[in-house]
């Protein structure tokens, strides 16, 4: 009786409250509903997200046979949404497929789309081999249709065109733009911060445009709150003056960086370069504001800090709160002086991420189960005795360590106690065993799901019993 009430009580809401519920679902639920009743019959087609999240087996096929046909019917499933489509506007459009330039076509006619809706939230995320990182070839990639931006006076009869729509101008009302594996231009973000007043995060991944060498923001006028361009291949500049907005930026290494007048920058997420080049252009800019810092360290780090081939002028990072540090190393090692040494520069860091990408050649052997084989060394990497004496943690307001990668070894647990001992004000650890290898392609971890089966059993088996009652141990 109770469930039938308020099965009635559904029925009798308005359809702009249903168009809502179904908001929170995904499209494929939303689409079900139609067989509950007459009153949800066709609702789906006025929502205003369009999330085309893809099917959870495509995730391990990429590169298979089967994959293009699963790609084949993905493009189809979003022609035919897009077809029955009724909204007059969309908040969130977004594509998340490995597509190519195969596809132009079909993508346009989605893009054109979004727009014509005024969409306020667009998302491409085109996944070469699953990674941004792996974008190389500039033929392959999908380019993005400059033409959308330059046009403000078409009149939208293109035949090709999945609706009649009034003008491409209608990005005046975008807020948040991502493309990843999307050629774009240095001008074509330069038309997009210009003519999307209240654009807040922008997001660039993986451009192989040869014309993608340079990006410019400036003007005080811009709402842009969240900037990314990384792993594009022949970016050689980024220029970001008169920003008042800009919170955040991540980008890969580039040969000229300037950073200037931007006051509200407090996290900054840098790859792909060496510790002691990054740090001082950051030191004249931002440095002494910066509370949340990402950082990519290169295998010369390493060597640089452990094995103290060179000074490193570094700056103390007052600012500092929240370090994530990643490491693909290419040896056995416990961190231990990597992360004495970072930590020691924050001295009022609460919280330190370590996120480590182990090279599977090294250590998985043939069954896809934990290698217990050692790391080659390197005459560079063979240094003094007393590097492995640890060095004590001054910070007193470290909270919280997390650390990525867990892989179960003898060096992991040994870091881990590190920790136990030597952060006097800890209240939470975390051991994530998840994502731990570095592959040809994202989606092979697939492969080898022993290695993650092994670390979660020594997480549980050999670090739980370590924790004392004051500190809260997590595995996610």
């Known amino acids: ?28 639920e939303a689409g079900r509903t139609s067989v509950l009743s007459k009153n949800w019959v066709g609702l789906w087609r006025f929502v205003v997200q369009l999330d085309f999240e893809p099917s959870k087996d495509s995730e391990y096929i990429v590169g298979t046979p089967l994959f293009n046909e699963m790609r084949g019917q993905y493009v189809e499933w979003v022609n035919k949404v897009l077809q029955s489509h009724k909204g007059f ?42 990674c941004p990182m792996y974008a190389t070839q500039e033929h392959y990639h999908y380019n993005f249709p400059t033409r959308l931006l330059l046009d403000d006076n078409s009149n939208g009869s293109d035949e090709s065109s ?41 997001t660039v ?47 890969t290494r580039v040969s000229n960086l300037v950073l200037e007048n931007v006051p509200r920058l407090v996290d900054v997420c840098v790859s792909e370069w060496l510790f002691r080049e990054i740090i001082p252009k950051l030191k004249t800019s931002c440095l002494s504001r910066v509370e949340v ?14 094995g103290k ?40 860091l609460e919280k330190f991420v370590l996120k480590i990408f182990w090279n599977v050649d090294l250590l998985v052997n043939n069954k896809g189960l ?13 240094v003094s005795g007393d590097r492995r004496r640890c060095r004590p943690l001054v910070s007193k307001h470290l909270k919280v360590f997390e650390f990525r990668g867990y892989l179960g070894r003898k060096t992991n647990d040994k870091l881990v106690r590190y920790f136990l001992k030597n952060a006097t004000a800890l209240e939470r650890i975390i051991v994530d065993p998840r994502d731990q290898l570095v592959f040809d392609a994202l989606y092979e971890s697939s492969r080898y799901p022993g290695t993650e089966k092994f670390a979660r059993n020594a997480a549980e088996t050999k670090l739980r019993r370590l924790m004392p009652s004051s500190v809260e141990f997590l595995i996610p």
């Open 1 to 28: 009786m109770k469930c039938a009430k308020s099965q009635q009580f559904l029925e009798d809401l308005p359809s702009e409250i249903l168009v809502h519920i179904l908001s929170f679902m995904t499209l494929k």
């Open 89 to 130: 506007r969309i908040d969130k459009f977004r594509i998340c497929f490995e597509l190519n330039r195969f596809f132009q076509d079909d993508i346009d006619k989605w893009v054109h789309y979004a727009f014509s809706r005024r969409v306020e939230r667009l998302e491409l995320n085109l996944l070469d081999k699953g």
């Open 162 to 202: 999945i609706h009649h729509f009034a003008g491409f101008h209608q990005y005046y009302n975008l807020r948040s733009l991502r493309l990843g594996s999307v050629n774009v231009t240095g001008e074509d973000i330069h038309l997009f911060l210009n003519k999307s007043p209240f654009l807040e995060h922008l």
């Open 205 to 251: 991944q993986g451009s192989c445009s040869k014309d993608m060498l340079s990006v410019v923001v400036l003007g005080p006028s811009l709402a842009l709150k969240h900037l990314e361009i990384t792993y594009c291949q022949y970016l050689q500049s980024i220029i970001v003056r008169d920003a008042p907005h800009l919170i955040s930026i991540n980008f």
């Open 293 to 306: 810092l990402s950082l990519s360290l290169a295998h010369d780090d390493l060597v640089d800090i452990e």
């Open 309 to 348: 081939t060179r000074v490193l002028d570094v700056p103390q990072l007052t600012a500092v709160k929240q370090l994530i540090v990643y490491v693909n190393p290419w040896r056995d090692n416990d961190f231990i002086h990597l992360s004495s040494y970072l930590i020691n520069l924050s001295p009022n």
């Open 370 to 382: 934990p290698s217990n084989k050692q790391f080659p060394r390197g005459i560079e990497e063979i």
